[in-house]
């Protein structure tokens, strides 16, 4: 996504990192779920995502089609199953980065 921000109009924090202190969200659900601040509202998951496409010229069709609700709705679906499959995605990887 930072190669696609070619504006620079997102700004990456890495929650482990000073800068997350000053976030009002407990830093365990930052670390649980994808987050992104949008004109001062902070949004979770899928949501997150549409705003951070949104904010990338390449991708903002995809994400100003993401704000309706039933396509939100099913981002979120399959944000939460990936959630659920992050943790084995995260094993093979090590395992890949390993050989």
Known sequence: MR???RRSGIEFV????PAASACPVDR????ARFHARED?????GAA????MWRAIPLLRPLGLLAQAPPI???LERAYRLF?????ALQSAAAGWDRR
């Open 3 to 5: 190669r696609l921000d």
């Open 14 to 17: 890495d929650v482990a990192g």
């Open 28 to 31: 365990a659900e930052l670390l």
């Open 40 to 44: 001062d509202r902070l949004y979770s």
């Open 48 to 51: 997150a995502f549409a705003a």
């Open 72 to 74: 939100l709705w099913l």
């Open 83 to 87: 959630l659920r499959a992050r943790p």
